[in-house]
């Protein structure tokens, strides 16, 4: 039954979009009109797929919560004995969002007209990752697809799990530096131009640390505005190079990995991804080779993708897994000796996972100690630039007294 997406009128002369199903698009008007809405717009989805390449539902992503949700119910409903249609109909059913609803929606009608799933899904790239897509073409190739998708849920909801921690773990430390900054900018933008003008007209010399207040808060009175410009054309441009300029995001990928706790940060967290991507695709049945190339290309720093990149050529002609990663010098030694065990004795699927849950486990433990560091290191910071102000301020009180006495 294909899908199709409207444009209608109520009879309160409310415009309204959705998607519905119909048998033709005759019974889709009768729909409509049946729920006393006045059609403007009707066409199937795959026309809408066709008229839209550069922008309707081929661009439309999902988030890691929805798409956690969506894998986990294929996956109980496959094993549950549906047919593939059927499920797809379900889960569009269970979705309130129109937007995903009409992914959904846009998959099945692909999948009724013969496609593949996973060849329906890779028709929308900013909605389902290589790795989503390869897994589930190898779980339909082994005829496993539901246990296939139940790894991937658990996969997606880990990983929905570990950023909601650390979104969680970040309220508190932005709230802090935010209220440090509103109460650093309001005494140097109104408590000490006031302060100034006291001490302006006592005719006394101000010690060095009142000039150099005196000096940022005129520069942030006069040049704020203009600093704030720069500051933003600056980070545009940053912005841009990272995206468009290859060499140069090269260059900063390097640069970060030599930093001493985000650069550790980022290899353990490529590395866990890599080896959790690995050991996905390895267990559904994905070659080896093909699994490597699917993992490395998840890999977010420049550097150690193309490390591992190198690595899979070097399986590729013949070189032991465990030898091609060490080579790399990115990946703990205790992975390494994981994945040396696994292909020893034949189990490297189940040392694959091994390895990505010790690393996985690092990740937290690296979270949160940053995290414990981070808070007090904001206080200690913004208590002495407020420390700072005051000294500035109260000092040329302190020789006023002085001098009076």
């Known amino acids: 039954m294909p899908a199709f997406h409207y444009v209608a009128i109520n009879q309160q002369g409310v415009k309204q979009k959705g998607i519905i199903e119909a048998d033709s698009e005759k019974s889709a008007r009768q729909l409509l009109r049946n729920n006393n809405l006045t059609l403007l717009n009707l066409h199937t989805v795959q026309q809408k797929l066709q008229n839209n390449k550069s922008g309707s539902f081929r661009r439309r992503s999902m988030s890691i919560k929805e798409l956690a949700l969506m894998t986990r119910q294929l996956a109980t409903l496959l094993a549950a004995g549906l047919p593939l249609e059927e499920v797809l109909s379900a ?18 009608s692909k999948v009724l007209e013969g496609h593949a799933l996973a060849s329906a899904l890779r028709d929308f790239p900013d909605a389902f990752s290589n790795l989503y897509c390869s897994t589930v073409a190898a779980g339909e190739k082994s005829g496993h697809l539901d246990l296939v998708l139940q790894r991937l849920a658990d996969y997606t909801e880990q990983q ?10 970040l309220i508190y430390p932005t709230l802090m530096i935010l209220v440090s900054l509103g109460i650093v900018g309001f005494l140097l933008e109104y408590v000490v131009p006031k302060m100034i003008a006291v001490y302006s007209n006592t005719g006394q010399a101000l010690p060095g640390m009142t000039e150099v207040l005196i000096s940022i808060s005129n520069l942030i009175k006069n040049d704020g505005i203009y600093a704030l410009i720069i500051l933003i054309i600056f980070s545009f441009l940053f912005r841009y190079q990272l995206k468009r300029n290859i060499p140069f995001r090269e260059k900063f990928h390097r640069w970060l990995l030599r930093l001493p706790l985000i650069g550790n ?57 465990y ?83």
């Open 91 to 108: 889960v569009a059913e269970q979705t309130e969002k129109a937007a995903t609803k009409g992914l959904i929606l846009a998959v099945r």
């Open 160 to 169: 929905f799990q570990l950023r909601q921690k650390i979104q969680q773990a």
């Open 265 to 321: 940060a980022i290899k353990v967290t490529n590395t866990a991804r890599f080896s959790r991507t690995f050991a996905i695709l390895s267990s559904s049945g994905v070659p080896v080779l093909e699994a490597m190339a699917v993992s490395a290309a998840l890999i977010t720093n420049i550097p150690i993708r193309s490390a591992v990149e190198e690595a899979a050529k070097r399986v590729k002609e013949g070189a032991a897994i």
């Open 323 to 405: 030898l091609a990663l060490k080579q790399t010098g990115y990946f703990p030694p205790m992975s390494i000796h994981l994945i040396a065990s696994g292909e020893a004795s034949g189990q490297l699927e189940t040392m694959l996972e091994r390895a990505a849950i010790n690393q996985e486990g690092e990740i937290t433990r690296l979270i949160e100690t940053t995290l414990s560091l981070f808070e007090p290191a904001i206080i200690l910071i913004m208590g002495a630039i407020v420390l700072f102000i005051v000294l500035a301020v109260l000092l040329p009180i302190f020789q006023l007294n002085q001098f009076m006495g």
